[in-house]
T-cell receptor, first 114, second 116 residues
Framework: AQSVTQLDSQVPVFEEAPVELRCNYSSSVSVYLFWYVQYPNQGLQLLLKYLSGSTLVESINGFEAEFNKSQTSFHLRKPSVHISDTAEYFCAVSGYSSASKIIFGSGTRLSIRP | EAGVAQSPRYKIIEKRQSVAFWCNPISGHATLYWYQQILGQGPKLLIQFQNNGVVDDSQLPKDRFSAERLKGVDSTLKIQPAKLEDSAVYLC??????????????FGPGTRLTVL
């Protein structure tokens, strides 16, 4: 079984500042990792995912996450945030099997101050 | 391309009443998921359908929750009778194929249920 821990429930940052949202996972098997984002009054949408290959994955809007197997982490980073990045971010994990379900963390609310 | 549709968006009921939620997935998507998201928590999978068959309902409280996906398209999730702890947002998602690990899931806006 897998589990996900998002250590910060809320992260306030100033606009144009860098941000890191932390995610640690636990699993006895190899995993896939995901970050989902939920903008205000919208549904969840996939931001980026790690399936295999390069441990650094990027999204189209400037976020990146690095899979660190030794530290069992998949932290999300952006060098300079914008007001439009205000949202709740969910880290998620699943096993390789097609029978595996996606397990979500409890979420981190990112609030951007002008 | 239309997204995943859900209705109603909001529902307030009293405990012991029944309630039903409806979901229309993206056209052509074989797999449909229902999640429960309690305030302050991440979504938790309740049930997964592949076409009109149930793939995983291990976390569905079957004494009060039921779901169906007739004809492998639309789906309904029912709670009867509702309890206070059922207050949550119920999310529907769909994906093109079966594998939830590698296939992107597309989520609807959710139904916010309040049980008084």
């Amino acid at each position: 079984a897998q589990s996900v821990t998002q250590l910060d429930s809320q992260v306030p940052v100033f606009e144009e500042a860098p941000v890191e949202l932390r995610c640690n996972y636990s699993s006895s098997v190899s995993v896939y990792l995901f970050w989902y984002v939920q903008y205000p009054n919208q549904g969840l949408q996939l931001l980026l995912k790690y399936l295999s290959g390069s441990t650094l994955v990027e999204s189209i809007n400037g976020f990146e996450a690095e899979f660190n197997k030794s530290q069992t982490s998949f932290h999300l980073r952006k060098p300079s945030v914008h007001i439009s990045d205000t949202a709740e971010y969910f880290c998620a994990v699943s096993g390789y099997s097609s029978a595996s379900k996606i397990i979500f963390g409890s979420g981190t609310r990112l609030s951007i101050r002008p | 391309e239309a997204g995943v549709a859900q209705s109603p968006r909001y529902k307030i009921i009293e405990k012991r009443q029944s309630v039903a939620f409806w979901c229309n997935p993206i056209s052509g998507h074989a797999t449909l998921y229902w999640y429960q998201q309690i305030l302050g928590q991440g979504p938790k999978l309740l049930i997964q359908f592949q076409n009109n068959g149930v793939v995983d309902d291990s976390q569905l409280p079957k004494d009060r929750f039921s779901a169906e996906r007739l004809k492998g398209v639309d789906s309904t999730l029912k709670i009867q009778p509702a309890k206070l702890e059922d207050s949550a947002v119920y999310l529907c998602a769909s994906s093109l194929r079966l594998n939830p690990s590698t296939d992107t899931q597309y989520f609807g806006p959710g139904t916010r249920l309040t049980v008084l």
